[in-house]
Structures are given as structure tokens and as C-alpha cells.
């Protein structure tokens, strides 16, 4: 196995793991509603941030092109979470706990399967012959964005 393929498909698998979990001295964020809200904010613009590289990485060919439909089934559900989250939100804003408990399963059911999608890509790292370079992450202080699927080469 190379090298750089194992340090990339290593660090996908710790940020997202990162993300999952949180540690005993967890902060929650200002203006966050409550512990739920924070985390599940940390984990959506992690998400965010290694579905970026991902694509930053497929297109510059230091990934299998198999992993766009990965990348892309992943953001699509990065999306669904999103949408949980705000849904959530409101709900606690909104004072209406069953509409608050049902997005907070939806967020939960998206996280265990953007985990189960990250395991598959990557597997598929690891098991391809590609010429890859470690990632860097990048996160901002706004909201998590939309993702938006990778295009393959000459289609917008």
C-alpha cells in the first residue's frame, strides 16, 4: 500500500470520526440551542470540509474516479443531514419537542450512513493504484454550506 494513499484514507477516517463523537470537556458554541445543536454543527462542517477535499482530490486525479459516486451519494446525504439540522433547530426555537426529536433521528440515521459511505471511499482508497497527496482541511465559521456533487471534467 502506498504511503500517501493510507495517510489520506487514515485522515478521512479520523476527521469523520472526530465528528461522530465528542470529548468530556465538550464547549457547546455560542448561540448554539443546546449540546445537540453544537455537535451536530461541528460534525456537519467537518463533513463539509473533508467532502470538499474529496472533491478537491478527485479532480485532480489523486483519487479513483470511482470514488465520485461515493463523494457524490455522501454529499447528498450531507445535504439531508444539513436539512435535519436546520429542522431541528427550528423545532427547539418553535418550542414543538416532536418535530425537534424526529429531526434530531433523522440527523442521527444521515450520520450513520455518511460514516457507512466514508468506509466504502475509503476502502476504495486504499485499494486503488493512484497517485494521491495528503489533504488539508479548511473550515469557516458560518453555517455549513450546501455541498454541491463533483462534475466530471468539461461538464458544469
Same mark, same amino acid.
Given at each position: 500500500m502506498?504511503?500517501?494513499r493510507k495517510a489520506t484514507a487514515i485522515l478521512l477516517c479520523i476527521v469523520l470520526a472526530?465528528?461522530?463523537c465528542g470529548g468530556k470537556a465538550y464547549r457547546v458554541h455560542p448561540g448554539a440551542v443546546n449540546t445537540f445543536d453544537s455537535k451536530a454543527y461541528d460534525?456537519?462542517?467537518t463533513w463539509y470540509g473533508a467532502l470538499e477535499q474529496s472533491k478537491t482530490e478527485? %479532480?485532480?486525479g489523486r483519487i479513483p474516479g470511482g470514488s465520485r459516486t461515493i463523494i457524490n451519494k455522501t454529499g447528498a446525504v450531507y445535504?439531508?443531514?444539513r436539512a435535519a439540522w436546520l429542522a431541528y433547530r427550528a423545532a427547539i426555537r418553535a418550542g414543538n419537542a416532536t418535530d425537534a426529536a424526529t429531526a434530531q433521528q433523522d440527523f442521527n440515521r444521515f450520520q450513520t450512513e455518511i460514516l457507512s459511505l466514508v468506509d466504502q471511499l475509503t476502502r476504495l482508497i486504499l485499494s486503488a493504484d493512484v497517485?494521491?497527496?495528503?489533504? %488539508?482541511?479548511a473550515?469557516?465559521?458560518s453555517?455549513?454550506?450546501e455541498f454541491v456533487p463533483a462534475v466530471e471534467r468539461g461538464n458544469p
Open positions: 502506498q504511503p500517501h472526530l465528528a461522530a460534525a456537519l462542517l478527485l %479532480a485532480a445535504n439531508s443531514a497517485s494521491a497527496a495528503r489533504p %488539508a482541511l473550515y469557516t465559521d453555517d455549513p454550506p
